[in-house]
C-alpha cells in the first residue's frame, strides 16, 4: 500500500502535501477505509488502488486537509471517477441511483414542470459526463465534500431555474410567429379555419406533445426550443449522428399520428374538415424543423 499513498500524496496540492507526509500511518488507514468503502458501495466498479487515491489527493483541492479527508463523501468520489472514465456500469449506476432523484427533487424546489425535469435529466448527462472546453465534465471536479446527489440536485436546480427565467416552457411547436408564416394572409379560409378551432388546436398540441415517448419528447426539445445541432445530441447519447437524424424522423411521425388522433378526438366534425385541421397542425411541424435543418450542416446519408 506504500504506492497507494505516494499517489495521494502527488496527487495532492503541493502545499498540503506536508502535513499528509507528517502523519503517514494515519493517511494510509484512512485511504484503506475510505478504499473498501467505496468498493463496497460500488462492487461492481473497479478503479486501481492507487489511481482512486491520487484522484483522491488531486480533487480534495482547498479540503486537502486531514479532517478534510476523513470527510470526504469517498465512495461517491469513486463513482463518479468511474464515470468520468466511460464506465458504462458506472454510468448505468449512476443514472439509476442519482439522476431522476436529482431531477424530480430540483422540480419540487423550482415548481417546473415534468416536462422540464425531463429536459433537465437529458442536459445533466451533458454537464456530468462530457467535456465541451474549457468547460470540464462535472464529474472530473467532484471533490466529495458534498454528497454526489446534493451536487447534481444543485446542478439540476440550477439549470431549472435558468430555463424557467429564459422562459423555456413546453410550447416549442405553438409560437404565433411560426403559425403565422404557414397561414398567409392571402388565404382568409385557412386563416378562418385556424382562428375557429385554435383552441383545439392549441390543447391538441400540447396533450400530443404530453404523450411522446421520452426519447421523442427529449430530442424535439433539443432540436427545436434549444436549437441545438444534431451533433451534440448525440453527444448526450453517446450515439452517431445518422441515428439522431432516424430518431428525430421517428419523433416527427409520432407526434403527427398523436396530433391526428387527439383531433379528431376533440372535434365531432366531418372527416374532410378534420384532415383540413390536421394538415394546418402538421404544417406547423413541417415548418419549425425545416428552418432548424436547413440551418444545420448534415452528415452524408443523414437524413433531414
Not at 19 to 43: C, G, I, K, S, Y
Not at 198 to 211: H, P, T, Y
Not at 220 to 231: A, N, Y
Not at 270 to 285: A, F, H, T
Request: proline share 5%; glycine share 4%; with cysteine.
Amino acid at each position: 500500500m506504500g504506492d497507494v499513498l505516494e499517489a495521494f500524496l502527488a496527487g495532492l496540492p503541493a502545499p498540503a502535501r506536508a502535513v499528509f507526509d507528517e502523519a503517514r500511518a494515519a493517511t494510509l488507514a484512512q485511504l484503506e477505509a475510505h478504499t473498501a468503502a467505496a468498493r463496497a458501495a460500488w462492487p461492481d466498479l473497479t478503479i486501481p488502488t492507487d489511481d482512486f487515491a491520487g484522484e483522491l489527493g488531486a480533487r480534495l483541492g482547498k479540503a486537502a486537509t486531514p479532517q478534510g479527508l476523513a470527510e470526504c463523501h469517498a465512495a461517491d468520489v469513486y463513482l463518479a471517477i468511474a464515470c468520468s472514465r466511460d464506465d458504462e456500469n458506472a454510468i448505468r449506476a449512476f443514472d439509476a441511483t442519482y439522476l431522476r432523484s436529482a431531477a424530480r427533487t430540483a422540480m419540487r424546489h423550482t415548481r417546473a414542470s415534468a416536462e422540464q425535469a425531463d429536459e433537465v435529466a437529458a442536459v445533466l448527462r451533458l454537464l456530468l459526463f462530457i467535456d465541451e472546453p474549457p468547460r470540464k465534465a462535472a464529474c472530473r471536479t467532484f471533490s466529495g465534500r458534498s454528497t454526489l446527489k446534493h451536487y447534481v440536485t444543485i446542478i439540476a436546480t440550477r439549470e431549472l431555474v435558468d430555463m424557467i427565467q429564459q422562459g423555456n416552457r413546453a410550447r416549442p411547436l405553438e409560437d404565433d410567429e411560426i403559425l403565422s408564416s404557414v397561414i398567409p394572409a392571402s388565404d382568409p379560409e385557412l386563416s378562418l379555419l385556424r382562428n375557429r378551432y385554435r383552441d383545439e388546436v392549441d390543447a391538441s398540441f400540447r396533450s400530443a406533445l404530453a404523450k411522446l415517448g421520452e426519447r421523442s419528447r427529449a430530442v424535439l426539445r433539443f432540436r427545436l426550443l434549444r436549437k441545438w445541432p444534431v451533433g451534440r445530441i448525440a453527444t448526450i447519447y453517446g450515439k452517431a449522428e445518422k441515428t439522431i437524424y432516424g430518431w428525430i424522423d421517428q419523433a416527427r411521425e409520432e407526434l403527427r399520428d398523436l396530433v391526428r388522433a387527439e383531433v379528431a378526438q376533440r372535434l365531432k366534425v366531418q372527416l374532410s374538415e378534420v384532415d383540413s385541421i390536421v394538415r394546418l397542425v402538421q404544417s406547423r411541424i413541417e415548418v419549425s424543423f425545416d428552418r432548424l435543418e436547413s440551418a444545420a450542416p448534415q452528415p452524408a446519408g443523414a437524413k433531414p
